[in-house]
């Protein structure tokens, strides 16, 4: 019996020293290793809200710091169309009262500030634009009276800007700023607040508005140039866009193959995509997923200042908490995650008045978007679809649209200054005016800018396809230009009167700009734009000659200023 025993325990030595390294192991692996953290679960969106409020406030930023730079030159005191003799004008239309009237024809809190320094208004409802988005860009954190100040403040900027703020994103960005609004919470400011959880309905407003707004874009282009069916418009885009940028030179000389994909990969990614939202939750992140990729391609390649960026921001909805929990750290993850438990277990408090009250209001902004959102449907369905266009005047649901046609040929308008008193004399010389960003010199780089935004130099690509007459601001620009004057100098990169007297006649001339074809000789010259002439714009004029054009207008007659310093 004693040597069985024996045996036996020799038998479970090896036993014994197998369990201690296995216990020695798992100790290890529990000091050395963290277990897998719990998958975040789908169907909620703290996370998403986070996002979208993160990104909604970069667009106001960009938005807010464009205004601070170029409002005063625009609608300035002194600017192109001072927005004072516009809010004026509408009072008059009123019944010359600021009452409830003014306020709906044009919604702008300048309404109720001194009129006395408009350019100090201006600056300050841009300066306080750029500082609450800046917070919540900063903090992830709102809530609806930010978010709504927001709103109100740049609605202000928009109805007094004229022409310059008649792009189609700046109704875009309302709209997106409407929504934003009702994603936060009234008065709390943080990120996880368990009273006031995203709506589901708030995120599916703004999933019908990426809908909308591809949709959109889709069906003008197929219902209007010949060339989006034909599958040829990618041959000359990128040539012919407002605002090129050095990628446009490159992607201009693809092979004729990859623009027809081009063409066909829009059509599928702005009319088919858009339904896959409606088909579930993984459809609805692919249409999300293919929206954002088809923007950064479109960044890439053409500077279309904020629009492209704007509309990544709800394509961003078509993801909930479990998609999007890798752009957060563990802190985050582990605050959602807890929420979803404690819903799980029935933990979570009992909804109290306020969260009722929030629910009504969620459900009010459903049926009002519902309701706004019909005119909007009926104009998609329409064989007379409009673009870019309000049906409220506050914004609230637009229609949206963007290159039903394309242009085929690139025109630019370049002012010109020359310093003789002739402006027929054969000996006179006539220097070039340099813009922005525009191309104009054929030996500068197309420059790159989005998501920021030159006004003026947009204003002027559609000037070049249309007539002096039917874009005035163009010989308001060349009366400024004669008296040296330095508001409108600065919105160009290049005066060549400058430290000089201004010059005595001021005339445009009409190209057409070709992009340069890279290893040919004129590329090899540092060309990467050809051009050629094709006749005078507007006529040379000098300050005489327009002082009768100016005050049929309305406008202030240029005097002459001393030599630029």
């Not at 789908?42 to 960009?62: A, D, E, H, K, Q």
């Not at 516009?86 to 009123?94: F, H, P």
């Not at 081009?262 to 997923?289: D, K, Q, W, Y």
Request: overall charge positive.
């Amino acid at each position: 019996a004693r040597g069985e025993t024996l045996v036996l325990l020799k038998a479970l030595r090896p036993a014994r020293k197998d369990t201690r390294r296995l216990v020695g192991r798992t100790e290890a692996d529990c000091k050395g290793r963290r277990l897998p953290e719990p998958r975040l679960r789908p169907g909620t969106f703290w996370l998403t809200r986070i996002v979208l409020l993160r990104s909604v406030s970069f667009i106001y930023f960009v938005a807010f710091s464009v205004a601070y730079n170029q409002n005063k030159q625009l609608i300035g005191e002194h600017g192109l169309m001072p927005c004072k003799s516009y809010l004026n004008s509408v009072k008059r239309y009123v019944g010359g009262k600021i009452g409830v009237a003014a306020l709906a024809y044009t919604p702008s809190v300048l309404w109720f500030l001194s009129w006395s320094d408009m350019d100090a208004n201006l600056d300050g409802v841009a300066l306080a634009g750029m500082a609450l988005s800046g917070f919540v860009l900063v903090t992830g954190t709102a809530n609806m009276l930010i978010m709504a100040a927001l709103w109100v403040l740049y609605h202000s900027l928009v109805n007094v800007g004229q022409l310059w703020y008649s792009f189609g994103w700046e109704s875009q960005l309302l709209e997106t700023g409407f929504l934003a609004i009702f994603l936060c919470p009234l008065w709390t400011l943080s990120q996880f607040p368990r009273r006031c959880p995203p709506s589901a309905i708030c995120i599916w407003t703004f999933r019908w508005l990426i809908v909308r707004i591809m949709l959109g874009a889709g069906l003008i282009k197929i219902r209007g140039d010949k060339c989006w069916r034909d599958l040829t418009c990618m041959d000359y885009h990128y040539e012919t866009q407002p605002v090129p940028n050095p990628i446009s030179y490159y992607l201009h000389r693809s092979p004729w193959w990859f623009h027809r994909f081009e063409t066909l990969s829009n059509h599928f990614i702005e009319l088919i995509a858009p339904f896959f939202t409606f088909m579930g939750r993984r459809m609805c992140a692919v249409n999300g997923a293919i929206q954002i990729l088809f923007q950064v391609v479109l960044i890439i390649s053409g500077n279309l200042s904020f629009l492209n960026w704007l509309t990544i921001v709800p394509s961003l909805s078509c993801f909930d908490d479990a998609s999007l929990g890798f752009l957060f750290g563990s802190g985050s993850r582990r605050a959602v995650l807890e929420i979803q438990n404690e819903e799980k277990s029935g933990r979570s408090d009992k909804p109290s008045k306020g969260m009722l009250i929030r629910r009504v209001v969620n459900i009010s902004l459903g049926v009002l978007i519902g309701c706004l959102s019909v005119p909007v449907v009926m104009n998609l369905l329409s064989s007379r679809q409009v673009m870019n266009t309000s049906f409220d005047p506050l914004r609230i649901v637009n229609t949206y649209g963007a290159f039903g046609s394309i242009t085929k040929e690139r025109t630019e308008v370049i002012f010109q200054g020359t310093l003789s008193a002739d402006p027929k004399d054969p000996e006179a010389v006539w220097e070039e005016y340099q813009f922005l960003c525009k191309p104009g010199d054929v030996y500068r780089r197309p420059c790159l800018i989005s998501p920021y935004h030159y006004r003026l130099d947009w204003l002027m690509w559609f000037a070049a396809f249309q007539t002096y007459e039917q874009s005035e601001f163009v010989i308001h620009i060349a009366g400024r230009l004669l008296s040296n004057d330095s508001t409108v100098l600065s919105l160009l990169q290049h005066n060549p009167f400058q430290g000089r007297d201004p010059p005595r006649w001021v005339r445009g001339e009409h190209f057409i700009y070709k992009f340069s074809r890279p290893g040919s000789d004129s590329a090899a010259q540092g060309k990467w734009w050809l051009r050629k002439r094709i006749g005078a714009y507007f006529p040379a004029v000098d300050l005489q000659g327009l002082r009768g054009y100016f005050q049929s207008r309305n406008w202030p007659h240029p005097h002459i200023s001393t030599k630029t310093q």
